[in-house]
C-alpha cells in the first residue's frame, strides 16, 4: 500500500492501519509498548502473519517464551503461524542444568556468539520481508552499559531496515529498567494498556505520518486474536442526504413535531419508566419501514423478547419488520464493549447497511453498559457517535429515563439534552385517581412546535393521542387541576391510532 511516496504494510489489523492512515511505513523500526497482558505479543504474530499468503518472508526472533509455547497461544488465538520463521533464543532447561544458574547468556557465552550475530546470520539467510523482536529489552542485560545497549540496538534496526525488513520489536519497561531511550531511537511507538474500564491503544510517536489522535480500543478474543478498533472521528464522514421531515405515522405526534423529526437530526425522547418512550421511538420506524427504510435499536435494558412481545400486543410488527430487513434489533451485553467499540460497530452497520435511523435505548443502559464510568466522558461518546450519525444522514432517537415517577419536571437525567435537536418527553399524571400519561415537545432547533400536551394512551389498539390539554394546568408537576375545577375524562378527547 502507497500513501504519497511512502510504501505500507499493513500491520495485520485493519483498526490499526486505518489509526496509521495505511499502515507501517516499510524499512523501519516501531516499538510496542505495554504491561505484561497489553497484548504485545498478539499484536506482533499478527502483523508477521498479514501478508505470508501473499509471498511475504517473516521471522520471529524470541528471546523469552519458547517457540513452542509461542505456537499453541498463538493457536487458541486463531492465528497460523506454520509458515513464519523462528530464530528461538530463548533459554533452555539445560541452561540451569549444567551452570546451576538461570541466567540466560552466561559472558563468556555472549561474548562467544553474541544474540545479534545470531539474529544477522538469520536475516542474511532468509531476507524477511517482516522481524518481530520479543524483546528487545532483553539486549540490555547483555551489554556492559546503557551505551553500548543504545548502539547495539540502534545498529541491529539499521542492518535490518538495510536488508529490507520492517521491524516490530517489544519492550519490557519496569521502573528499574525504564525503556525512554528506545522510543528516541524507534521511528514509532505504540502503547498498549490496560485501563479499569478497557483495553485501549495508543500511537505516541509516528515519524514521516499523521495518525488518528485519541484512546482507540482494544479486544482480544480466543479464536480470534486482537481486534483493534479506531476512536470516531465525525468530521471524517459525511454524506448528502434530502432536508425533509420523517413522520410518526400519529397524526398528533406529528402535529406537536409540526410535522414530525427532519431527517439526520438529533431527539431525545425522555420520561418515567412505563411512560411509553420505546413504543413512541418505535413509531418512526414503523413509519420507517412502510417508506421502505431501515432502522436499528440498540437495547441496552430490554431484552429483545420482552421489546417484540411487547410491541406486537399494541400493534407494531416489529418481527414482520425484522423478518423483511426494515429492522434490527441488537441487545447489547452488559459490560462487554466499550463506548468506543460500540461506535465502531454502530459505524460499520451504517456504511454496510445503508442505516437510516438509529435508536439507543437507554442512555442510562449505555452509561453502565460501556465500561465507562465517568459521565462526562460518556456524554462526550455519544457526542461523537451522535454527530457522526447525522453528518451520515441518520435520523438519531436517544431514549432517556427520569428517575421521577411525578413531581419536579427534569428534560432529561444523563445531561445529553445539549445534543438534541429535538426533545419529546412523556410524563405520568395524576388526574380524578387515575393514572394517564402526557406526551409533549420541549425544544425544536429546526422549527416551531406545538406547546401544549396531549394525552397519551398505549392499548392493544395500538398509541392513543388526544387533543391538546388546553384545559388543564400544573401538568407538568403530574397532578394537574382543571382550570375550570370540571374533572370530565371525556373533556380529554382520546383519539386511537388503531381506529384510524
Known amino acids: 500500500m502507497t500513501t504519497g511516496s511512502l510504501d505500507r504494510i499493513s500491520t495485520g489489523s485493519e483498526g490499526l492501519d486505518t489509526i496509521l492512515h495505511g499502515g507501517l511505513i516499510t524499512e523501519r523500526s516501531y516499538l510496542i509498548r505495554g504491561d505484561p497482558g497489553t497484548g504485545k505479543t498478539i499484536l506482533g504474530m499478527q502483523y508477521l502473519t498479514a501478508r ?80 518481530f523482536i520479543d524483546p528487545l529489552t532483553k539486549l540490555r542485560h547483555l551489554s556492559p552499559d546503557e551505551y553500548q545497549f543504545r548502539k547495539q540496538v540502534i545498529s ?25 531511550d528506545l522510543q528516541y531511537i524507534t521511528d514509532g511507538t505504540i502503547d498498549l494498556r490496560n485501563t479499569p474500564d478497557a483495553r485501549v491503544l495508543t500511537v505516541p510517536k509516528f515519524r514521516g505520518s499523521p495518525t488518528l489522535s485519541g484512546q482507540h480500543a482494544v479486544r482480544i478474543a480466543p479464536g480470534r486474536g486482537m481486534a483493534i478498533y479506531p476512536e470516531l472521528r465525525p468530521k471524517q464522514h ?33 420520561g418515567p419508566t412505563g411512560v411509553g418512550k420505546t413504543t413512541a421511538g418505535s413509531l418512526f420506524m414503523k413509519e420507517a419501514a412502510r417508506r421502505g427504510e431501515r432502522s436499528v435499536i440498540y437495547m441496552f435494558e430490554e431484552s429483545k423478547a420482552t421489546f417484540f412481545e411487547r410491541s406486537e400486543s399494541i400493534g407494531i410488527p416489529v418481527k414482520e419488520m425484522v423478518d423483511e430487513g426494515s429492522l434490527d434489533v441488537q441487545e447489547v451485553e452488559p459490560l462487554e464493549q466499550s463506548a468506543v467499540e460500540f461506535a465502531n460497530n454502530v459505524q460499520q452497520d451504517v456504511q454496510e447497511r445503508e442505516t437510516d435511523i438509529v435508536m439507543i435505548d437507554g442512555i442510562n443502559g449505555y452509561e453502565l453498559s460501556l465500561r465507562d464510568h465517568e459521565q462526562e466522558e460518556v456524554v462526550r461518546k455519544v457526542h461523537r457517535l451522535c454527530r ?30 445539549y445534543l438534541a435537536d429535538n426533545i419529546l418527553f412523556l410524563r405520568h399524571l395524576e388526574l380524578s385517581g387515575e393514572m394517564r400519561k402526557a406526551i409533549g415537545v420541549l425544544k425544536k432547533r429546526t422549527s416551531d412546535f406545538e406547546r401544549t400536551l396531549r394525552e397519551f394512551n398505549i392499548s392493544s389498539h395500538g398509541v392513543e393521542v388526544g387533543e391538546p390539554l388546553t384545559g388543564l394546568r400544573g401538568l407538568l408537576t403530574g397532578k394537574p387541576e382543571w382550570a375550570n375545577g370540571a374533572s370530565d375524562h371525556d373533556q380529554l378527547g382520546v383519539v386511537s391510532e388503531g381506529d384510524r
Open 238 to 270: 459525511d454524506r448528502e442526504f434530502p432536508s425533509e421531515t420523517i413522520s410518526s405515522g400519529v397524526t398528533e405526534v406529528d402535529d406537536l413535531l409540526c410535522g414530525g423529526l427532519e431527517r439526520g437530526t438529533v431527539t431525545v425522547i425522555s
Open 52 to 131: 505470508i499468503d501473499e509471498g511475504e518472508t517473516s521471522l520471529f526472533v524470541n528471546i523469552e517464551e519458547t517457540e513452542d509455547d509461542i505456537r499453541r497461544n498463538a493457536s487458541t488465538l486463531g492465528i497460523d503461524l506454520d509458515d513464519v520463521h523462528f530464530l528461538d533464543l530463548s533459554p533452555s532447561s539445560d541452561v540451569f542444568a549444567e551452570d546451576q544458574s538461570y541466567d540466560i547468556f552466561a559472558p563468556n557465552e555472549v561474548e562467544q556468539d553474541p544474540i545479534t550475530s545470531r539474529i544477522t546470520k538469520e536475516v542474511e539467510k532468509l531476507s524477511p520481508d517482516r522481524v
Open 156 to 180: 541491529l534496526t539499521r542492518f535490518l531496515k538495510e536488508a529490507g525488513s520492517t521491524v516490530l520489536f517489544t519492550s519490557q519497561n519496569t521502573e528499574r529498567d525504564p525503556d525512554d
Open 388 to 417: 457522526y450519525l447525522t453528518n451520515m444522514g441518520v435520523t438519531v432517537i436517544l431514549v432517556d429515563e427520569i428517575q421521577n415517577v411525578t413531581g419536579e419536571f427534569k428534560a432529561t437525567e444523563t445531561g445529553v439534552s
